[in-house]
């Protein structure tokens, strides 16, 4: 996300005294790609518009409530850079196991761990006293099965995205694109 984008964000909101909702659109990208854009504005009309007129140039379109949301899991997602450990990888997993973590995934250079949205703070705050540092821990929503697409939608998904991180109440973007 650019700076400017950030700076005017943080600008826009500690100059006004005005209530900012949290609003949740739902839609299609290229090729049906579900997408969720959670945002959080002082004017729902301003945002949907916006929402909107990005989804229509990418070529997808905005849906209704409900209309991809039962195609993701909000689940808590905690990612730890190996170097950045000392512990082994059993140490680890039976950490994040008994402090409540659902899924214990490793790879070449980051251990994943998932858990439930209710479980996440005490995850989080057993692997904090550890000692153990994090690339990233947020609760996301994942999706329970992806679209591949072709490399004229993959274009048109990628501008998408682009477009709709430009925009200043957009907080999150989630979609079911398989990406390569």
């Known amino acids: 996300m650019p700076n400017d984008t950030i700076n005017n964000a943080i600008k826009k909101a500690s100059t006004s005294n005005e209530n900012y909702e949290e ?4 839609g299609y990208g ?3 790609v579900a997408v969720i854009v959670e945002a959080s504005t002082d004017n729902k009309n301003r945002t949907a518009a916006d929402v909107r007129h990005v989804f229509d140039k990418a070529g997808g379109n905005l ?3 409900g ?23 059993e140490e680890l997993m039976m950490l994040a196991l008994d402090a409540g973590a659902e899924d214990f995934e490793s790879s070449e250079e980051v251990y ?5 949205p209710s479980d996440f703070s005490q995850v989080r705050e057993r692997l904090e ?21 072709d490399e ?11 477009r709709l991180e430009e925009l200043d109440d957009v907080s999150n973007i989630y979609h079911n694109w398989e990406e390569e």
């Open 63 to 65: 849906g209704t409530t």
């Open 112 to 116: 994943e761990i998932t858990t439930d």
């Open 152 to 162: 004229k939608n993959t274009e048109k998904m990628e501008r998408l995205i682009e």
């Open 129 to 149: 006293e550890a000692g153990l540092e994090f690339l990233e821990a947020d609760i996301q929503m994942i999706p329970t099965t992806t679209v591949k697409l």
């Open 67 to 89: 209309c991809v949301s039962y195609m993701f899991n909000k689940k808590g997602i905690i990612v730890i850079e190996k170097a950045s450990t000392k512990m082994d990888e």
């Open 30 to 32: 290229p090729s049906g």
């Open 23 to 26: 609003i949740v659109y739902e």
